[in-house]
């Protein structure tokens, strides 16, 4: 003890005589005017009393400092400890995305349809919210994370995925299949695109964001909400004033119908965030061929019948009018009703019922479901709800394919005992006895822990684990003796309200951990935030939009690809700021001074020019996408990306 004591004592000497030789550094390394990057300047032996002992290379939330793992225990081997963190932020982005899309997702939808909820409201809300999550937490991590209004790695995230969207994923699709933008809802987006850029750059010119400016973000998109139903509402009215005289030709991208239905031309699809894993359930991955649409032309006859995956067709073809989203197709929309999604759902006691029979609280328990109670029964049906592999799909799937299920399977199972999974299409609505009761435990016990509040103590006495971990096991007990294995209970809906709250959490705290990590990166390689956002973390939430977008043109689609390009990322702007900064500012008495920097304006002016251009040429060439343009496109986000790294090492100065 005394000689740890004497190391710690001579340590911190030490480190008070080498700072009082370097400028720019003070003789107390827990002071608050010393920097964290500051760590460079020293020797490497006193690197690591240095980083424990500086408050700015503290953490404001999450669980681990990741600073301290190359610098602290790894210190002769900083590149090995460097590549380890690197490979753990691909896995957290895995986590970020699976979660989003895998349980986050179907929890709003289940929420969305027990609100009864009209598919204009639930498109432009609830969807919009569940295709923007990663963005919109990682920009409330960012910024709430952010010291002395250093928001560069959200501006960096929000502005680099807008400009990365806008040329990349759009140029790719064009470069794949020419298309025909759809007119008005690229206008309307764009325009207000632009407008939510420049309020943006407003606010970080003045440096400074106050609260009714950071409500004012939220309420632009209320705003954009509104113009958007009252759009469709008009453009719906004047369609079915001239279908009563004459029929309209639905125009997919080349004047394609669907089984000889008509549709609005300027119709936008948008792909939901589709689930990763063996959720997707494999009976109904293949129709049957006489529910699979044909794709006739109006001038030249029937072409030919494509096959599609169900996945894709009741996944992807679904009408958006908002920011991401909008109603599904349905009949309204002059869609094949065989390929309107059945969302709604009866919460009176008469819907939940069994060949016409009213269901009990209990379920309907027969004489032949009396072995389904085995302990062996309870188990296999346990496994099979917390298996992580799409063991159904995996003879299907490629070296690649297997190797990702391999790789996300400790992710998927985790997340599989954490969170519920509510879906009104599948048989039972994937109620899982065991399981369920299961999650009244472990779902609430892990939002406790990962708030930070698992140890606080009530009285003084009781831990408020203990406590929640007592009133989840009642809970649980209630569920296994008021249901059975065979029939979901009346209350199954409750447990995607609960896999909405677990979920968020999974998400916040996971955004949490990739800013932290993403800003040791930028403390090692002594970059800004800013290039890290616009390049790691914009890439790390857009790729699976490029993978997406580009799959749906190669599959015939490529409007469908593309109709959230514009939307997408202004409500992602809208709300991330806006959500992010009414935090930053609440918790800052009013007001949240920012920092301004010269790479967030060429960020901001990159955005503003991508924008501009597409906002004159798309026009100018009658809306019409071609593969020209999608390099021109390509060629901009490559301009873009030398002008940002140019920026960063000093090449224009600073402002």
Same mark, same amino acid.
């Given at each position: ?31 608050? +005017? ?111 994370? /952010? ?118 031309? +300027? ?128 003879? /299907? ?208 002016? /990159? ?5 501009? /251009? ?42």
């Amino acid at each position: 003890m005394m000689g740890a004591q004497l190391l710690n004592t001579t340590l911190r000497q030490t480190l008070a005589g080498v700072t009082a030789l370097i400028p720019g550094l003070t003789t107390e390394p827990d002071s608050g +005017d010393v920097e964290c990057r500051d760590y460079h300047k020293l020797n490497s032996s006193l690197q690591c009393e240095f980083i424990r002992n500086t408050s700015d290379c503290g953490i404001d939330e999450g669980f681990i400092n990741y600073l301290h793992f190359p610098y602290c225990s790894l210190p002769n081997l900083v590149p090995l400890a460097l590549v380890i963190l690197f490979l753990w932020l691909l896995v957290l982005f895995v986590l970020l995305g699976v979660t989003a899309d895998d349980y986050f997702c179907p929890a709003l939808k289940v929420i969305s349809d027990t609100l009864k909820l009209s598919q204009n409201i639930a498109g432009v809300t609830f969807l919009a919210f569940g295709n923007g999550a990663p963005d919109i937490f990682s920009a409330v991590a960012a910024i709430t994370n /952010s010291k002395g209004g250093d928001a560069g790695l959200a501006i960096g995230a929000l502005f680099g995925a807008g400009v990365f969207v806008t040329t990349v994923v759009v140029g790719a699709v064009g470069i794949l299949t020419p298309f025909e933008m759809m007119q008005r809802p690229f206008l309307r987006d764009v325009v207000f695109y632009i407008a939510a850029a420049f309020w943006t750059w407003c606010v970080l010119w003045f440096k400074n964001i106050s609260l009714p400016q950071a409500i004012g973000f939220i309420g632009l998109y209320v705003v954009y909400v509104f113009v958007v139903l009252v759009g469709r509402q008009i453009r719906q009215s004047r369609l079915k004033a001239s279908q009563s005289q004459s029929r309209i030709p639905t125009d997919f991208s080349n004047n394609y119908n669907i089984n000889g239905t008509s549709a609005d031309p +300027d119709e936008e699809y948008l792909t939901f965030r589709q689930p990763s894993g063996k959720h997707v359930n494999p009976r109904r991955a293949v129709k049957d061929d006489s529910k699979i649409p044909v794709i006739t032309d109006d001038n030249n006859g029937s072409i030919q019948s494509q096959t599609f995956r169900a996945g894709i067709i009741e996944g992807t073809l679904q009408v958006t009018e908002g920011v991401t989203v909008g109603p599904l197709l349905g009949a309204q929309a002059g869609v094949n009703p065989a390929l309107q999604a059945q969302t709604s759902v009866d919460l009176s006691r008469n819907s939940f019922s069994n060949s016409g029979e009213r269901m009990p609280l209990l379920g309907s328990i027969r004489e032949e479901d009396a072995g389904c109670c085995t302990p062996l029964a309870f188990r296999t049906e346990l496994w099979e709800g917390l298996n992580p592999i799409d063991t159904a799909g995996w003879s /299907s799937k490629g070296a690649f394919g297997k190797g990702y299920e391999v790789f996300k399977a400790p992710i998927q199972l985790v997340l599989n005992l954490t969170v519920s999974i509510v879906d009104f299409e599948e048989d039972k609505h994937n109620w899982n006895r065991p399981l369920n009761c299961l999650h009244c435990i472990t779902g609430p016990l892990f939002v406790v822990f990962a708030i930070n509040n698992g140890f606080d103590k009530i009285g003084g006495m009781v831990p408020v684990w203990a406590v929640v971990a007592v009133c989840g096991l009642l809970l649980a007990i209630v569920v296994f003796c008021t249901s059975n294995d065979e029939t979901y209970p009346i209350y199954h809906w409750a447990f995607g309200y609960l896999a909405f709250v677990v979920s968020v959490v999974w998400i916040y705290a996971t955004a949490n951990e990739i800013v932290n990590l993403l800003q040791v990166f930028g403390l090692v390689f002594n970059i800004s935030d800013a290039i890290l956002g616009l390049t790691l973390l914009a890439w790390g939430n857009s790729i699976g939009d490029l993978v997406a977008d580009t799959a749906m043109a190669r599959q015939g689609f490529p409007r469908m690809g593309v109709s959230a390009c514009f939307g997408g990322p202004l409500f992602n702007m809208l709300m991330g700021i806006g959500i992010s900064c009414t935090i930053a500012t609440i918790k800052n008495g009013g007001n949240f001074p920012l920092k301004r920097t010269m790479l967030q304006s060429v960020l901001a002016g /990159s955005l503003g020019f991508s924008l501009l /251009s597409s906002l004159i040429l798309i026009p100018a060439f009658k809306f019409k996408v071609g593969r020209w343009y999608g390099i021109y496109l390509i060629v901009v986000y490559i301009a873009f990306l030398g002008l940002a790294i140019a920026t960063e090492f000093g090449a224009f100065g600073e402002m």
